[in-house]
């Protein structure tokens, strides 16, 4: 394992108050930022003061005082009122504001993606990927604002036109998670503000200044609209704010992701109130290779797949199936990785994974090691903590004959479990043994393999690869997992539908009123 520890210093003094790094000024973030706003920023908000660390050196970045109970008031009266203008706007008006930040994206990528690695971890070069994930959203969002129309069907009566139509359903909340701190509101609020509702963002506690950064972007935007309320932050604790939020009857849509845990929970409480939900939840994702495949390529797969991001993705890599005859060379293969790997500050060039988030998730994936230990799993490279500040932690690469039940859990964080297979049947078991659904990927030059696996009877996930790893994923595509991963979609394919009421209308211009499937009530009465 290589280390780069280099970590950036430049202090700046903004108005008498000493801030480490002048891009932050530029995103418009101050020593103490509220956590309200509806297109104005409400100065004092009620709640208490949140920190954000940077988990690279443990430092405070900045301060975000939060929201409490007259901040939601306020909050989500304005999104109310700016609901009844984008209802009125047409669609492709409201792709206009989606295409004016998109240009606000684009001119602060760099400083966007560089908050997004202070405040995450996650290396420059995938904090930058994130904005550019916006970026690309926009593309299709805009696309979306021009073609959202429903089909016209041809009706059974004579004299009778038929046709869906999708209008906006009104207010919809985002509560997002950590690891992406940007690209989730992305998804989801570009889809909401093209089919016309506002969004009420509630971002994780622990990236507090993404969203801010993001926020001060919408704000600016709408100023050359002059409308209030229809981009809304809610920084706030969970079980005052988000909890307030899930239960709130006057918001139609939840769109949450999170674990499993949360998600489900919140994912019964909204639909116990009426109310609809996009779950996008926990993954644990599997990368199986075969013994034609190409090693070089399907080591790189796991390589970013386990170690990418720190394996803080819903689509990292957790567990390899190899065949019996390549398991022994993918293990070193494996091995020579971790061992190569270069870890430190996270906005270093050459580093390839920075820190986990917080020390919990660190003494969680310890856990994960220790239980893998226990139930008989072999440790073949076993990941230390960084002896320096942050929350730095080696990859551990277990090797199992048989299956450990610890692999039926997601740990979010780099543990990768090896355990090799007799053929693709046993694979694909292997694959869908677990709860979670979300991302799947199969190494094989074999075409009746690929296709195999591709089938209804293969990997029953969300997202199925031939070649290509689990991690990431392209953002036209339809993005969501099934089984306890939610069978959600926030972005790509049909995802905007989530953000519209949909309505089946019938105009009859025929005179007559003919009753469909030609039932003959008035017979009698002629
Ligand atoms: P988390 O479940 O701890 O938190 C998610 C969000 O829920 C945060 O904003 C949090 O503040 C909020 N929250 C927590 N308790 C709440 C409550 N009672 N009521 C309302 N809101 C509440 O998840 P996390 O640690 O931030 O993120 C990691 C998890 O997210 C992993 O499981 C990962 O797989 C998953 N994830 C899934 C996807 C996907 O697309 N499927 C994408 C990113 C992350």
């Given at each position: 394992m290589k280390a780069v520890f280099i970590i950036e210093n430049v202090r700046k003094s903004i108005g008498g108050v000493q801030m480490k790094y002048d891009f932050l000024e530029r995103l418009g973030i101050k020593k103490v930022n509220s956590g309200a706003c509806f297109g104005e920023w409400i100065e004092?908000?009620?709640?208490?003061?949140?920190?954000?660390?940077?988990?690279?050196?443990?430092?405070?970045?900045?301060?975000?005082?939060?929201?409490?109970?007259?901040?939601?008031?306020?909050?989500?009266?304005?999104?109310?009122?700016?609901?009844?203008?984008?209802?009125?706007?047409?669609?492709?008006?409201?792709?206009?504001?989606?295409?004016?930040?998109?240009?606000?994206?684009?001119?602060?990528?760099?400083?966007?993606?560089r908050l997004i690695t202070m405040e995450v971890g996650k290396i420059y070069e995938e904090g930058k990927g994130e904005v550019q994930e916006i970026i690309d959203f926009s593309d299709v969002a805009i696309g979306h604002a021009r073609m959202m129309g429903g089909r016209v069907t041809p009706s059974e009566r004579p004299g009778h036109f038929t046709f869906e139509s999708y209008d906006p359903l009104g207010l919809a909340e985002e509560i997002t998670a950590f690891n992406f701190p940007q690209a989730v509101w992305g998804w989801n609020t570009l889809n909401a503000t093209v089919c016309g509702d506002p969004v009420i963002w509630k971002p994780s506690l622990q990236a507090p200044l993404s969203a801010i950064a993001v926020q001060h972007i919408c704000n600016r935007v709408m100023k050359k609209y002059s409308i209030e309320g229809v981009f809304n932050l809610l920084i706030g604790e969970d079980m005052i704010i988000g909890d307030r939020l899930v239960k709130d009857s006057r918001i139609p849509l939840v769109s949450f992701t999170g674990s499993t845990a949360v998600g489900l929970r919140v994912g019964s409480l909204v639909t116990a109130r009426g109310g609809e939900c996009i779950l996008e939840l926990g993954g644990n994702n599997a990368l199986i290779i075969l013994a034609d495949a190409n090693i070089d390529l399907a080591i790189k797969g796991l390589a970013f797949g386990f170690t990418g991001t720190a394996k803080q993705r819903?689509?990292?890599?957790?567990?390899?199936?190899?065949?019996?005859?390549?398991?022994?060379?993918?293990?070193?293969?494996?091995?020579?990785?971790?061992?190569?790997?270069?870890?430190?500050?996270?906005?270093?060039?050459?580093?390839?994974?920075?820190?986990?988030?917080?020390?919990?998730?660190?003494?969680?994936?310890?856990?994960?090691?220790?239980?893998?230990?226990?139930?008989?799993?072999?440790?073949?490279?076993?990941?230390?903590?960084?002896?320096?500040?942050?929350?730095?932690?080696?990859?551990?690469?277990?090797?199992?004959?048989?299956?450990?039940?610890?692999?039926?859990?997601?740990?979010?964080?780099?543990?990768?479990?090896?355990?090799?297979?007799?053929?693709?049947?046993?694979?694909?078991a292997l694959n869908n043994k677990v709860d979670q659904g979300l991302?799947?990927?199969?190494?094989?030059?074999?075409?009746?393999?690929?296709?195999?696996?591709?089938?209804a009877e293969g990997s029953d996930c969300g997202i199925r690869n031939?070649?290509?790893?689990?991690?990431?994923?392209?953002?036209?595509?339809?993005?969501?997992?099934?089984?306890?991963?939610?069978?959600?979609?926030?972005?790509?394919?049909d995802a905007w539908k989530k953000y519209c009421?949909?309505?089946?209308?019938?105009?009859?211009?025929?005179?007559?009123?003919?009753?469909?499937?030609?039932?003959?009530?008035?017979?009698?009465?002629?």
């Open positions: 004092k908000p009620e709640g208490n003061i949140l920190q954000s660390i940077n988990p690279a050196t443990e430092e405070v970045i900045a301060e975000v005082r939060m929201a409490g109970s007259q901040d939601y008031e306020q909050v989500i009266e304005a999104a109310e009122r700016a609901a009844v203008i984008l209802r009125r706007m047409p669609a492709p008006k409201r792709g206009d504001i989606v295409r004016d930040l998109c240009n606000e994206f684009r001119r602060h990528k760099d400083d966007l993606g819903c689509t990292s890599t957790s567990r390899a199936y190899p065949e019996e005859d390549i398991a022994g060379i993918v293990t070193d293969r494996v091995v020579d990785w971790c061992k190569s790997l270069t870890i430190g500050d996270p906005l270093h060039p050459q580093t390839q994974m920075g820190p986990l988030i917080s020390e919990k998730a660190r003494a969680n994936v310890l856990r994960s090691v220790q239980k893998a230990k226990e139930q008989g799993g072999e440790v073949v490279y076993e990941g230390k903590p960084l002896d320096r500040k942050g929350f730095f932690l080696e990859p551990t690469v277990i090797y199992t004959k048989k299956h450990l039940s610890i692999m039926e859990k997601e740990t979010f964080g780099p543990i990768l479990y090896i355990q090799p297979i007799h053929d693709l049947e046993e694979g694909i991302s799947s990927s199969l190494f094989t030059n074999n075409l009746l393999s690929a296709f195999h696996f591709l089938s031939v070649n290509c790893g689990t991690s990431g994923a392209e953002i036209g595509g339809a993005f969501g997992g099934n089984k306890h991963t939610g069978w959600g979609r926030e972005a790509g394919g009421r949909h309505s089946q209308c019938t105009i009859n211009w025929s005179g007559e009123l003919p009753l469909s499937q030609g039932i003959d009530f008035f017979k009698n009465k002629k």
